[in-house]
């Protein structure tokens, strides 16, 4: 079981091609939620905000996920969605073979962290 001591570590341990999309992902997130810190949480990169989570990532074979993401997060990009699954669990699942959704991503990272702010 490998222990990351931070989210550079992380991506450095992704293959080649996932690197390249979790940097992506990475920037994306961290523009939306400047003020989140970034952590490594249950063993994959999250980002903090007042003390919550706002988002995790994780890398997988074939894709990448997003947690927790619920229906109503994907509601404004319905007539537009990109390719990808969201299971019942709050998981968002993304080929990597795919163009990164920057624009849903960040939409996401930022509702999440208004989840945030008003709790």
């Not at 341990?13 to 990475?26: D, E, F």
């Not at 999250?46 to 509601?75: Q, T």
């Not at 537009?80 to 624009?103: I, K, Y």
């Not at 930022?110 to 008003?118: G, S, T």
Request: one cysteine or more; glycine letters at 2%; hydrophobic letters at 45%.
């Amino acid at each position: 079981m490998t222990v990351f001591e931070s989210v550079d570590d992380y991506i450095a341990a992704q293959p080649v091609a996932a690197q390249t999309v979790l940097k992506l992902v990475r920037s994306t997130v961290r523009q939306a939620v400047p003020r989140a810190e970034e952590v490594i949480s249950y063993r994959m990169p999250a980002y903090r905000l007042r003390g919550e989570i706002v988002i995790y990532v994780a890398a997988w074979k074939r894709h990448y996920s997003l947690y927790p993401v619920a229906a109503r997060h994907l509601e404004a990009f319905k007539d537009s969605l990109p390719t990808c699954e969201l299971n019942n669990r709050g998981t968002l699942r993304f080929p990597f073979a795919q163009p990164v959704p920057v624009d849903l991503i960040a939409h996401i990272a930022n509702i999440r962290a208004d989840e945030v702010r008003q709790r």
